[in-house]
């Protein structure tokens, strides 16, 4: 059987545990939700699902399917917002879907993730590369210019 002063000190110690969730309670209930003009909640920093986003995106990538990987590649991004693979991986997809713009995008904003990474060098090749694709494209006449 416990003594006088445990079974007191429980007490008091449950009633303190219990006052704590009711000004938890109370501060969360006067929180505001987030502002209705964002386009998508802010998702919690997530590594883990962030990873498994990237996975599931290099698998739509190997089987094609490039708009389900740059979906899975942005939402790694949602998760774990300063992840520099996912931005990597979005300058290959788009660089397949010839858009040769967006390609650079993300892949100067891997270079301001990683400026030192391993790729850095071949990064800069592809940007460069990809921007003389776009000087060559501007330059060339849009039509045949031949007439009937």
């Not at 920093?45 to 942005?74: Q, S, T």
């Not at 996912?86 to 290959?92: C, D, F, H, I, N």
């Not at 400026?115 to 090749?125: C, F, G, I, L, T």
Request: glycine share 8%; hydrophobic share 35%.
């Amino acid at each position: 059987m416990r003594c006088e002063c445990e079974t007191l000190f429980l007490r008091v110690s449950f009633g303190l545990w219990l006052a704590g969730f009711g000004a938890c309670g109370a501060a969360f209930a006067q929180t505001q939700s987030p502002p209705a003009s964002l386009e998508q909640p802010v998702a919690n920093y997530n590594p883990a699902v962030a990873n498994h986003d990237i996975e599931v995106g290099k698998f739509y990538l190997d089987k094609g399917d490039l708009d389900g990987a740059i979906g899975r590649f942005k939402d790694a991004m949602r998760y774990k917002p300063n992840f520099a693979e996912p931005r990597l991986l979005l300058g290959q997809v788009y660089e397949k879907k010839n858009d040769p713009a967006t390609a650079i995008d993300y892949y100067q904003q891997y270079l301001k993730i990683l400026p030192h990474a391993r790729d850095s060098k071949k990064v800069r090749e592809r940007i460069a590369r990809l921007q003389e694709q776009i000087a060559k494209d501007k330059a060339a006449p849009s039509g045949s210019g031949k007439s009937l």
